[in-house]
T-cell receptor, first 114, second 114 residues
Framework: DTGVSQDPRHKITKRGQNVTFRCDPI?????LYWYRQTLGQGPEFLTY????????KSRLLSDRFSAERPKGSFSTLEIQRTEQGDSAMYLC????????????FGSGTRLTVV | AQSVSQHNHHVILSEAASLELGCNYS??????LFWYVQYPGQHLQLLLK??????LVKGIKGFEAEFIKSKFSFNLRKPSVQWSDTAEYFC????????????FGAGTRLFVKA
């Protein structure tokens, strides 16, 4: 297992288009997290899953955002009707239950909305 | 609201200088504390973690951090920095409120002059 993989690494899209990102966590990890990071800020929590169950969503996650983890393995994050304010680095991380040993992060997907 | 504050956004040091990066959190309950590092062009990595044993925690690459409960602080230290320590450092906390998600500070960019 080579760690957490995210695809694509970069995405440029026009305002109003829909985009979908994929995250493949470490296979033994049952928790998967999505964060968003903008310039000069730390990662902001969006949502997390334990196995296939989505346990918490941030108020940052408007109804244009949806995340799934259908079989408790990979996850997708979809943004509908993208806005310029959605431009950010979207980070995925995984951990064993509770995350007390820390998270393993992927390299992120950089979204630019033009 | 619970938060994590990092006092210095940018730090510039010469090699062999001592480093201390401040971190404070605002939460009165039990916490688990972390420092993550992001080297240029790389993903976020765990540097060290504190649970509930010795308040002085030793991590990788000669870094250490001290948890002072009365001050709600978890400062990162290194006695002698190297050029290769140039990176962005993030303090993070897991709040044991049932959700166990990690909240990150805004980060401190460290530049070490050779």
């Amino acid at each position: 297992d080579t760690g957490v993989s995210q695809d694509p690494r970069h995405k440029i899209t026009k305002r109003g288009q829909n985009v979908t990102f994929r995250c493949d966590p470490i296979s033994e990890h049952n928790r998967l997290y999505w964060y968003r990071q903008t310039l000069g800020q730390g990662p902001e929590f969006l949502t997390y899953f334990q196995n296939e169950a989505q346990l918490e969503k941030s108020r940052l996650l408007s109804d244009r955002f949806s995340a799934e983890r259908p079989k408790g393995s990979f996850s997708t994050l979809e943004i509908q009707r993208t806005e310029q304010g959605d431009s950010a680095m979207y980070l995925c991380a995984s951990s064993l239950a509770g995350g007390m040993d820390g998270y393993t992060f992927g390299s992120g997907t950089r979204l630019t909305v033009v | 609201a619970q938060s994590v504050s990092q006092h210095n956004h940018h730090v510039i040091l010469s090699e062999a200088a001592s480093l201390e990066l401040g971190c404070n959190y605002s939460y009165g309950g039990t916490v688990n504390l972390f420092w993550y590092v992001q080297y240029p062009g790389q993903h976020l990595q765990l540097l060290l973690k504190y649970f509930s044993e010795d308040p002085l925690v030793k991590g990788i690459k000669g870094f250490e951090a001290e948890f002072i409960k009365s001050k709600f602080s978890f400062n990162l230290r290194k006695p002698s920095v190297q050029w290769s320590d140039t990176a962005e450092y993030f303090c993070a906390v897991i709040l044991n409120t049932g959700g166990f998600k990690t909240i990150f500070g805004a980060g401190t960019r460290l530049f070490v002059k050779a």
